[in-house]
């Protein structure tokens, strides 16, 4: 207790994210479409700081830390050839800006077919690389953030 009003005093000077963006060129595109998609549906997505880079690590095809002023979030480089537009990676950088444009947060596996992309370990990727299911888990990604008198 003794310590909070230091802390205060240190949040008080982090500086508002400026919207200041280095994202690999590969990934860039991955990030062009979720912001079309967002634009799409009415989304306005809020401002911040991002980082994606590709590191290889071992046990997941990407992780992202999010809070309120950055986006961090890296990418294994194994998981694809990048000479391509993928599917199947645009589901897993989809997944990755939900938790930090969206604020979502990993869902339980429940039921076939997947209810969204947040749900782990495999979200919707079938039904989003085949494009049966593209709409319908963009429009729940995005869900109570899609203007509903468009």
């Known amino acids: 207790m003794k310590y909070l009003p ?10 508002d994210p400026k ?3 280095y994202i690999d060129s590969k990934l860039q595109p991955y990030f062009d479409t979720f912001y ?15 980082l994606a880079y590709f590191e290889e690590f071992d046990g997941y095809r990407a992780w992202t830390y999010w809070n309120e002023r950055i986006i961090r979030m890296r990418v294994d480089p194994e ?6 537009y993928s599917l199947e990676v645009e589901a897993t950088i989809f997944h990755e800006l939900g938790h930090g444009y969206l604020n979502r947060h990993h869902l339980e596996y429940t039921s ?6 947040m749900t782990i370990p495999h979200g919707g990727r079938s039904g989003w690389i085949d494009g049966s299911m593209r709409e319908y888990y963009l429009n729940e990604l995005f869900g109570d953030k899609i203007e509903t008198n468009k």
């Not at 230091?6 to 500086?15: A, D, K, R, Y």
């Not at 076939?112 to 992309?117: A, G, M, N």
Request: charged share 25%; aromatic share 4%; net charge negative.
């Open 6 to 15: 230091f802390l205060l005093l240190l949040i008080s000077c982090i500086p």
């Open 19 to 21: 919207g200041e963006q």
């Open 36 to 50: 079309a998609e967002a634009e799409k549906l009415g989304v306005e997505l809020p401002t911040k700081d991002v």
């Open 79 to 84: 998981i694809h050839d990048w000479e391509s």
């Open 112 to 117: 076939v077919p997947v209810e969204s992309l």
